[in-house]
């Protein structure tokens, strides 16, 4: 059964490798992920599908059926070519999903309580002082791995070494989250400094898209 049809209006979907993709622009998927934020009730499991998620998930069917329990962004050119190969024409847009968390955290003006998970204690502690420092409205906590007691708005999982959604399938339930993101490689994004930033990154709290643009390969990683 496909969950993420319930996420978005059928119009505003696509059928890509067999997965229900949204077929949205920025401003659109910013306005649908914050209001499932800003919720009363209901769980997403969010996640941004490469073509090699998409592929890998061919042959992983335990896989696939968590990914077709999430609300699916488009991420990375190749979608476009295979939107269009499957239909006849690309996607609005494609989502990068470190550029699209940060963008989230500033564009729900409401404080949120948000959770971040990983695997390593010490980069997650450098992760979240960039996102208080980025979005300080908001309420950052860090989280065990087994969330016992934990309840927030938001989660953002950055796991390196094990698969985010897997994780957040086997570990979130409604009760602990309104959102959860599979965050890709925005810890490693976040936490990197890169030889050479200008200083003007640092003050306005841009590292993280100084890192980007410098080290592109980092959109570029496939499942995980």
């Not at 067999?18 to 209001?35: I, M, Q, T, Y």
């Not at 890998?56 to 476009?80: N, T, V, W």
């Not at 208080?132 to 927030?152: E, Q, T, Y």
Request: glycine content about 8%; charged content about 20%.
């Amino acid at each position: 059964m496909n969950f993420a049809a319930g996420f978005a209006q059928p119009g505003s979907q696509r059928n890509i490798h067999g997965l229900r993709v949204c077929d949205l622009d920025w401003n659109g998927a910013l306005e649908l992920v914050s209001g499932r934020a800003s919720a009363c009730d209901g769980h997403t499991m969010l996640s941004f599908l490469t073509i090699e998620k998409a592929k890998f998930s061919s042959r992983d069917i335990a896989y696939r059926q968590i990914l077709e329990s999430c609300l699916l962004l488009p991420q990375g050119k190749a979608m476009h070519n295979a939107a269009r190969a499957e239909d006849g024409k690309p996607l609005p847009v494609v989502i990068d999903g470190v550029a699209f968390t940060m963008a989230l955290l500033t564009y729900m003006a409401v404080p949120k309580r948000i959770g971040v998970a990983g695997d390593d204690a010490a980069q997650v502690g450098e992760v979240l002082a960039k996102l208080r420092a980025h979005a300080p409205w908001h309420d950052f906590v860090m989280l065990n791995r087994d969330m016992s007691g934990v309840k927030v708005d938001v989660l953002l999982a950055g796991m390196l070494r094990e698969d985010q959604e897997s994780w957040l399938h086997h570990t979130v339930s409604r009760d602990d989250a309104r959102v959860a993101i599979a965050v890709g490689p925005l810890f490693k994004v976040l936490s990197s400094e890169v030889a050479g930033m200008p200083e003007i990154f640092r003050k306005l709290h841009m590292s993280w898209l100084y890192s980007l643009c410098a080290e592109p390969w980092h959109i570029a990683l496939g499942k995980g």
